[in-house]
């Protein structure tokens, strides 16, 4: 139990907020590449313009921060924000007036 305990805190998200334009072709482009970005390294889509990601460790979150970094987009509102497993556990989520379950943490695979 205390080993589980330690997790909560240890095991990290990253959830990147963003509000890009999208007036022209380009910046619709641009929006929708940087969606794809986010998919392909592994971010779900909580709503339209927030992504979410598991990362088992500090260290991997930081991984997945600086690859985000690299694929931001020319123009817009981005923000990345990390916040502990246990923070994450502590989410209520409504749709509507009716309380929702808050989505499973991937199952993690253990070696030794």
Same mark, same amino acid.
């Given at each position: +139990? /205390? $080993?589980?305990?330690?997790?909560?805190?240890?095991? +990290?998200? *990253?959830? *990147?907020?963003? !509000?890009?334009? =999208?007036? =022209?072709?380009? !910046?619709?482009?641009?929006?929708?590449?940087?969606?794809?970005? $986010?998919?392909? !390294?592994? @971010?779900? &889509?909580?709503?339209?313009?927030?992504?979410?990601?598991?990362?088992?460790?500090?260290?991997? &979150? %930081?991984?997945?921060?600086?690859?985000?970094?690299?694929?931001? #987009?020319? !123009?817009? @509102? *981005?923000?990345? +924000? %990390?916040?502990?497993?246990? %923070?994450?556990? &502590?989410?209520?989520?409504?749709?509507?007036?009716? /309380?929702?379950? #808050? #989505?499973? +943490?991937?199952? %993690?695979?253990?070696?030794?």
């Amino acid at each position: +139990m /205390k $080993l589980e305990r330690l997790n909560q805190y240890r095991i +990290m998200w *990253v959830m *990147v907020f963003f !509000d890009l334009p =999208t007036e =022209t072709k380009k !910046d619709r482009r641009n929006a929708n590449l940087f969606r794809k970005r $986010l998919q392909k !390294d592994g @971010f779900s &889509m909580f709503q339209f313009s927030i992504y979410m990601r598991h990362c088992a460790s500090r260290e991997n &979150m %930081q991984v997945h921060i600086k690859r985000v970094k690299s694929f931001l #987009p020319p !123009d817009g @509102f *981005v923000a990345i +924000m %990390q916040i502990t497993d246990k %923070q994450f556990g &502590m989410i209520e989520l409504y749709h509507g007036k009716k /309380k929702e379950k #808050p #989505p499973e +943490m991937p199952q %993690q695979l253990t070696l030794f």
